[in-house]
């Protein structure tokens, strides 16, 4: 089959080699390439989730109790957490710089934790681990600044459909590198090999990909809701059921590997190789979707159209009266718009809604991410194998991605159908969650399984929900900053609940254990319910405040929800397609949109958005 028109018939060898070239160089530039790259990404940027595999092998080997295995843990989190420098130069460079600084933090932050955990250099304080997992985990921030974000641009229509793929494979990761490292270190290996697997792999995908993470024009042939833009939307549906092939796999794998005793190496290579070909059989959804853009004719020259640029008009007499008795920015913080206008940062910042919302992140994310963190401790002082501890990391990693996707389309559904507030869905996660943190306070035979899975599932749950409700509340004019103040409740949480309250008590019990003589500097472990009994019962309480703070949230914004939430934004396209059907181009940074001004018929083409 030839794929180009150059003049070389069937039986033309290099006629053939020449258009597969063609044909492969215009997969490898298009923008379904970008979003396969983009997966791979977001499909190793999860390291900061199996911090529990690797953990007892830094606690081991520099002597640490739980208490600074802890702050290790609240270090990475914040490193995960706060985006705002890679948000930074994104702003002002194009992606392949941010991938390419995420690139070099990933490698030298866990190479170093992997060079002092082995020995080959010398112990180092507690505060450099601290800054070397931070650096590590903050490489994370970057991969999704480069690649998840120029992905929205990219498909800017399906924006919704990229954030939960992406995000997705991101809570896959952990178990996508949990099989890898088996498979190349066997389950026999402390842990510390995963440090350095977590150090190069990561930074090689994303260098190896750098070429292809770029924002694309948008082929003006799918505009619209003809055959082509049917096309897809369908794969974007194909790539969702490849997703869930791959999380179904994985659970899979993990069960037989922990009924099979003895699970032999060879096996590993196996499973393995079968991971690899799942993750890459998105290239199928790649290579189709190319091909059904490179065989269209080439599209007609443009007509000419009538463009209406809208430039910022004097402002009358009445405008200027206007503006001197508006109050001030800082007099306007306190006296917020409407929910669902768009607040400015202050605004959003210091709104009761803002306020209720993260003290709910910070109870839910808080607890989970204390329990995902202190796994491995969790396991090894009920009695669980190393290799039931790898697998419940696993299991958290898979339903995180379940949760994820779930809530977003769940909560999406009953929003639509039965007008139900997205802070409910908030508060039936966080009710769920309590009893993930009961199996663990009261050490139910063979809980943790069910934990895992309870735990791993809120988890990822409560982000889709937490990003949703900040945009629908407080508008989308600040959202990135906005966003990112909203996963700033993760570390908090998980100083309060990890470091202050899990680790000391946990401490306290080992001590008690040894006669009350304090082991500091040496492996201080805990065996027994007792370990984490008190703690977690602690979490399932703030868990439960959070679920009613949540609760709060919901009747609060009930008539909101119950509202139009989206119609202003139909409003808006529908006003700009009025008229004289003229093209818009609106000017300045506040044009939110256009519309005809007070419904006329057209004439002065569009307004700034926030007066529609």
């Known amino acids: 089959m030839a794929f180009g028109g150059d003049g070389a018939g069937a039986g033309s060898g290099g006629g053939g080699v020449k258009a597969a070239m063609r ?34 092998a830094i606690k081991t080997s520099l002597g640490y109790d739980q208490k600074t295995l802890n702050t290790l843990s609240f270090f990475k989190d914040v490193g995960a957490n706060v985006g705002i420098l890679p948000g930074l130069i994104n702003e002002v460079t194009p992606p392949w710089v941010v991938l390419a600084c995420g690139a070099g933090m990933n ?62 494979f991101v809570g896959l990761s952990g178990a996508i590198f949990t099989q890898l490292y088996r498979a190349i270190y066997g389950v026999g290996d402390d842990g510390a090999s995963l440090v350095l697997l977590m150090a190069w792999l990561p930074a090689a995908i994303s260098l190896v990909f750098i ?20 096309r897809e939307r369908k794969a974007f549906f194909y790539f969702l059921y490849a997703s869930i092939v791959l999380a179904v796999y994985l659970l899979v794998m993990n069960v037989v590997e922990l009924e099979v005793l003895g699970f032999p190496k060879p ?3 196996v499973t393995a190789t079968v991971l690899l070909l799942l993750i890459f059989f998105p290239l199928v959804i790649v290579v189709k979707q190319e091909l059904s853009t490179y065989l269209q004719p080439p599209p007609p020259p443009p007509t000419s159209t009538v463009t209406v640029v809208t430039v910022d008009e004097k402002p009358t007499e009445a405008d200027n ?27 959003a910042l210091f709104s009761v809604d803002m306020l209720v919302l993260f003290v709910a992140t910070i109870c839910g994310v808080g607890g989970t991410l204390t329990a995902i963190d202190n796994l491995n401790q969790i396991g090894q002082s009920l009695g669980y194998p190393q290799r039931s501890i790898t697998t419940f990391v696993s299991l958290v990693s898979i339903w995180n991605y379940a949760g994820r ?51 791993g599932f809120c988890f990822g749950a409560q982000w889709p929900l937490l990003f949703a409700i900040i945009s629908e509340v407080f508008g989308l004019k ?90 202003k934004f139909r409003e808006v396209a529908m006003a700009g397609n009025g008229g004289q ?27 700034n958005g926030n007066k529609v």
């Open 581 to 607: 059907q003229v093209k818009h181009e609106a000017s300045g940074s506040n044009n939110d949109g256009g519309g005809t001004k007070d419904g006329g018929t057209g004439e002065t083409g569009a307004v």
């Open 478 to 567: 600040y959202y990135s900053t906005l966003y990112n103040f909203g996963a700033v409740a993760s570390p908090v949480g998980s100083y309060i609940l990890s470091v202050r309250v899990t680790g000391h008590l946990y401490d306290r019990e080992a001590e008690r254990q040894l006669g009350g003589a304090p082991r500091r500097g040496r492996d201080l472990t805990c065996i027994g319910v007792r370990c984490f009994r008190v703690s977690f019962l602690i979490i399932a309480a703030v868990t439960l405040l959070g679920a009613a703070v949540s609760l709060l949230l919901a009747w609060r914004t009930r008539k909101f929800y119950r509202s139009d939430i989206y119609g």
């Open 23 to 56: 044909f492969a160089e215009h997969v490898v530039r298009g923008r379904w390439f970008m979003f396969f790259a983009s997966i791979l990404i977001m499909a190793a940027a999860g390291g900061t989730y199996i911090f529990a595999i690797y953990s007892k």
């Open 211 to 230: 070429p292809t993470i770029r924002i694309m024009p948008r082929n003006a042939a799918i505009d619209g809701s003809g055959p082509a833009r049917k």
């Open 405 to 455: 996707v779930v809530a977003g389309f769940a909560s999406e559904y009953v929003l639509a159908r039965y007008k139900v507030p997205r802070p409910l869905a908030l508060t039936a996660v966080l009710f769920l969650a309590c009893a993930g943190h009961l199996l663990i306070a009261f050490g139910v035979s063979n809980g943790l399984y069910a934990a895992s899975v309870i735990l």
């Open 107 to 168: 490698l030298v932050g866990y190479l170093m934790i992997y060079l002092s955990v082995s020995g080959r250099t010398a112990r180092p304080p507690v505060w450099l681990m601290c800054v070397y997992i931070a650096v590590g985990a903050n490489s994370q921030s970057f991969a999704n600044t480069g690649a998840l974000v120029t992905a929205v641009k990219n498909f800017p229509e399906d924006r919704g459909v990229v954030l939960g793929l992406l995000k997705g």
């Open 321 to 347: 009266n206007a503006a001197a008795a508006s109050p001030s920015c800082l007099q306007d913080v306190f006296r917020p718009p409407a929910r669902g206008d768009d607040y400015t940062i202050l605004q």
């Open 267 to 269: 096996a590993y290579y």
